[in-house]
């Protein structure tokens, strides 16, 4: 670092006042280092301010891109189970749902590390590992979720999109038997019904 003369001892001169706030200081220093060699102290107020400059400079850190890339690919990865209510192929959306989380997790690990590593340049140590531990709980849940899908067996039986439903008699909510021709079945003083709104409950919940 610098070492100003006497004069600079005092204060830095006019042309870079001591009243002058943090960032208006760095930037008019800023300006003034370009117009001088950093060795050459000929000028007062070039050499205080690349001084003021030098001793400056740790206290302004970079923001840590990792971390804010972590936490957009994240959220993004939570958003994505909403692509199940929209015409999206069944077939790619868990794998998209278990990519998403692992790279958010992973640009996250990265900028903890950044953070933790070079902390006088980096931000983020606080809630960079809150959000590398709340994705990395999100991603085992993602990752169970897609074991549990893949597990499930294939109806070959389910009737098809536009395929005629066979009949059927099944329970119905107070346990008497119904019939898929009952529901068809005109009432007394009603018109037959064109459509039936078929609601299967799994479980006894």
Known sequence: MLIPSDQHKRG??????????????LSFCEERSRLCEPRDCSGAACCA???????SEPIRKHTNSALWLGL??????????????FKVP?????WLNLTLPAIGLIFLLIGVVRAFGQSQ???GKIWGSIA???????LAGSAWLFVQVRSVP???????????????????SN????????????????????????VFYRGYW
């Open 12 to 25: 830095p001169p006019s042309r870079c006042p001591p009243s002058m706030s943090v960032p208006l200081a």
């Open 90 to 94: 069944a077939a790619a959306l868990p």
């Open 49 to 55: 301010c690349y001084a003021f400059t030098l001793m």
């Open 175 to 198: 346990g008497q038997p119904v019939a898929l021709a009952q529901l068809f079945a005109a009432s007394p003083g009603m018109p037959q019904p064109k459509a039936v709104l078929l």
């Open 121 to 123: 340049v980096y931000r």
């Open 132 to 138: 590398a531990g709340l994705a990395a709980l999100f």
């Open 72 to 85: 957009l690919i994240t959220v993004l990865a939570v958003l994505s189970n909403l692509l199940y209510f």
């Open 154 to 172: 294939r109806s070959v039986g389910a009737p098809q999109v536009g395929q005629r439903v066979p009949d059927f008699t099944l329970p119905d």
